[in-house]
């Protein structure tokens, strides 16, 4: 069961494998009919109300990297071009845009410099990518802040600071939220990745304000996330990766309602080989969660969703990249050997799945990807996704490592949505209200 010559032939396998994706025709972009929304985005916003000279409160993600020579140089703006669309937007309407963020956890705490510090480090590039003047405050509600409010004009862009300099802005204070809300009279959410919190400056601010919407970011990923998801072209497919389990459950219940077909992997899928009565050897296992396993197994039968657990599974003799690594089916894993990606017999059975699939979503790798004889469930996968994309499904990636394995494999460009939100993605996937989703106002 784990000859050498085995494990050579899936070496060769893997490497015939990416070399044909490699050569994968070029994207081409695809247009899907999301479900409609019932949430007011900022261009119903601007079709509502005469912006011009209006002040307009932007909740935004500024959480950019800073170079750990001087902690203060952006290394990467991907999530300040991101932002770019809905202030350009706002600023040829005539609105003056008013940035909020969050920088870091500094819990309360005033910090100069650094990744839980002020903003100051984003100052230059905002006025970069923006094309305009980027005025900042050293607070973001008080009397100073509210006067640097009033005395914009038209089309001006100011920019408050770390609003997690406020102990209450985590627990929904309503006197921060107050605060903020006298800066503007209407609010535009688009930071995704903290919309599944109830934060004074995402949710508790909408109280006084006009009318709240969502931003250009925000609203494409309601539209693919929940949309597509809850409206799909179907067969829809979920492929639900990542080591614990116990983060995935209440995910895959949810998409047992909604999906025709279920592809499993990842270290979670130890818990339902145990739930199966096999031997795991040294495996990640998450013992309390054997039976909720179980359970998810005995539904999906139930509801005739087609749930599948990898047949074969790559396995080590340890927990490192120079490990010895076999071949074994899922139901003859044993001793000290540990599985840390899936086998090529299951990414076969994955890509007649996801071939046949028109609306497919991929959240959590398929094995350890980080390390590289164990990269290449996770990898195919995103292959596989890509070529979906090409021939004109709707492909959605969601999840911080998911992200980051397409972005690796250099297949980002190649995918219909990527996520920007790993909490509030898996929340949306599993059905939640999100906070500050739920706040806006209806359309």
Known sequence: MFASATTSILRKAIRSSTAASCNAQQFRSISITPALLEKLNVQGLADKVNLEGQNVLMRVDLNVPLSKDDDVTVTDDTRLQAIAPTAKFLLEKGANVILCSHFGRPKGEIIETGKNGRLNPVVDPLKSILGVDVKKVNDCMGEEVEAAA?????????????????????????????????????????????????????????????????????????????????????????????????????????????????????????????????????????????????????????????????????????????????????????????????????????????????????????????????ACGTITVAELMAEATDRGATTIVGGGDSVAAVNQAGLGDRVSHISTGGGASLELLEGKELPGVAALSEA
């Open 150 to 374: 009033k005395s914009l004009t038209k089309g001006e862009v100011l920019l408050l600071e770390n609003t997690r300099f406020y102990k209450g802005e985590t627990k929904n204070d309503a006197t921060l939220a107050a605060g903020l809300g006298r800066l503007a009279d209407y609010f535009v959410m688009d930071a995704f990745g903290t919309a599944h919190r109830a934060h004074s400056s995402t949710a508790g601010v909408t109280d006084y304000m006009k009318l709240s919407a969502a931003g250009f970011l925000l609203d494409k990923e309601l539209k693919y996330l929940k949309g597509a998801v809850d409206k799909p072209n179907r067969p829809l497919c979920a492929i639900i990766g990542g080591a614990k389990v116990s983060t995935k459950l209440p995910v895959i219940e949810s998409l047992l309602e909604k999906c025709d077909t279920i592809l499993l992997g990842g270290g979670m899928i130890f818990t339902f080989y145990k739930a199966l009565g096999y031997d795991i050897g040294k495996s990640m296992l998450e013992e309390e969660y054997v039976e909720l396993a179980g359970k998810l197994m005995k539904m999906a039968e139930e509801k005739g969703v087609k749930l599948i657990l990898p047949p074969d599974v790559i396995l080590a003799d340890k927990f490192a990249e120079d490990a010895t690594t076999a071949i074994a089916k899922a139901s003859e894993i044993s001793g000290d050997w540990m599985g840390l990606d899936v086998g090529p017999e299951t990414l076969e059975i994955f890509k007649e799945e996801i071939g046949k699939s028109n609306t497919i979503v991929f959240n959590g790798p398929m094995g350890v990807f980080e390390m590289k004889p164990f």
